[in-house]
Structure formats: C-alpha cells, structure tokens
C-alpha cells in the first residue's frame, strides 16, 4: 500500500514563495505518475498540475501556470510543488495523489489511486 505525506504548507503573504513536498512510501515510486490537486474552502478540489513518472513531462491549470512548477526526485521518492508569486485565491489544502503505473499525465481526480492527507496553504492579502 503507497502511502503519500505532504509538508511544507503554511501562511504567507501574497508574492511569497513555499514549496511543498509530497514523500511517498510503500511502493515502486518510478512507477507512478503524480499529480498536485487543492481544494479551497467551500469549491471543489481542483486539479493544479501533473509531472510523468520520470518527470520529463509537465501539466499545469491555467490558474497556476507559469507561477508553480512540479517537480521530482526518483532518488528520494518525493515529488515537489514550488509556488511562486502567491495570491490570496491559491488558499487551500493541497493534495499530492498518484496513479499506479502512469506513464503519462493524469488530470482528472478518479484516475489516482493513491492521496495525500493534504496540507493547509494560507495566503494573506
């Protein structure tokens, strides 16, 4: 059974930057492709971005690109959210999930097997 933990969510201003992390165990980490999804208060969780197995490939929400970037490290089984730019609307919990022998990109939530017990991101104005 995988299991994923996320860290490294907290309060910051807006124009800050915080990375999380996301530390997966229990199984063949190069197998999986990663997403990072977040749900604001009262709104559906929403997709935020997606990296392939080897993390040779990205996919970004239009609301995120060009300010986050996923990244991974097969090494030390972690896959990474940087967050640049932060804006008051980025507030939410964020999740990290994983599809079980994904080789590509993954956006939609009921293709993860796998979730995060997420990690609260809070933006101030």
């Known amino acids: 059974q995988v299991q994923l933990v996320e860290s490294g969510g907290g309060l910051v201003q807006a124009g800050d930057s915080l990375r999380l992390s996301c530390a997966a165990s229990?199984?063949?980490?190069?197998?999986?492709?990663m997403g990072w999804f977040r749900q604001a208060p009262g709104k559906d969780r929403e997709f935020v971005g997606a990296?392939?197995?080897?993390?040779?490939?990205?996919n970004y929400a239009a609301s995120v690109k060009g300010r986050f970037t996923i990244s991974r490290d097969n090494a030390k089984n972690t896959v990474y959210l940087q967050m640049n730019s932060l804006k008051p609307e980025d507030t939410a919990v964020y999740y990290c999930a994983a599809v079980r022998y994904g080789s590509g990109l993954y956006v939609h939530q009921s293709e993860y097997d796998y979730w995060g017990q997420g990690t609260q991101v809070t933006v101030s104005s």
């Open positions: 229990g199984g063949t980490f190069t197998s999986y492709g």
């Open positions: 990296i392939s197995w080897t993390g040779g490939s990205t």
